[in-house]
């Protein structure tokens, strides 16, 4: 299913995940990064791979037309993502705040047969989410800035399609974090859901 280039591109981005910081204007100016304390440092923190088989597995299985993913990071996920649903002819639209890692993300795809199955957006979520109105959205993954989730998915809701898929990573890791947007998918579209165990917890719903 997946041939040696595709495998090279995803271990190359894992090892980023895991292994890459960059540090800010104003922390560079201040003199962090000559510290060697990685932990003041911005990191892409990404999606583990047993996570990027299941969003893979879920893709083949529901075929979804089009993805909105919020939070691209380095574009591991991205990566599942865009290999599955090239399968079907649909499209992945990822959302992303931080420049530098929509960048990584962009080189990443560059690399691979995919290009055509994403499309990448830089800038505010919201901003993008008003400006561009996905529809209809017939999967939307979220792992991004997890206080607004339950803002996006008031605002995503009409432009869902009538069978939409909602995934929320890291409600086992975060619970506190991710709980309000769970009970907001279980309390207004949930006709059906579930967790999965994952490393951080997969949230699935089906409207």
Avoid at 137 to 148: E, G, T, V
Avoid at 183 to 191: G, L, R, V
Wanted: proline fraction near 4%.
């Amino acid at each position: 299913m997946f041939d040696d280039s595709f495998l090279h591109i995803l271990d190359q981005a894992e090892d980023q995940a895991k292994n890459l910081v960059w540090y800010s204007p104003s922390q560079i100016e201040r003199g962090d990064h000559l510290n060697d304390d990685r932990t003041k440092g911005m990191r892409p923190w990404s999606i583990s791979r047993k996570t990027g088989e299941l969003l893979h597995n879920l893709v083949i299985t529901e075929k979804p037309k089009i993805i909105v993913e919020l939070g691209t990071s380095i574009g591991y996920s991205t990566l599942w993502l865009a290999h599955a649903v090239q399968q079907h002819n649909g499209h992945i639209h990822t959302l992303e705040r931080i420049p530098e890692k929509t960048a990584i993300a962009k080189e990443h795809i560059q690399n691979t047969s995919l290009q055509d199955s994403v499309s990448f957006y830089n800038g505010e979520i919201i901003d993008i989410l008003r400006e561009q109105k996905f529809q209809p959205i017939d999967m939307l993954f979220m792992d991004a800035d997890k206080s607004n989730y339950v803002m996006y998915l008031e605002f995503l809701r009409p432009y869902l399609s009538p069978y939409a898929i909602i995934i929320i990573d890291n409600v086992l890791s975060h619970p506190e974090k991710t709980e309000h947007a769970v009970n907001w998918c279980k309390e207004h579209i949930a006709q059906e859901s579930n967790i999965f165990p994952t490393e951080s917890g997969i949230f699935f719903c089906k409207t």
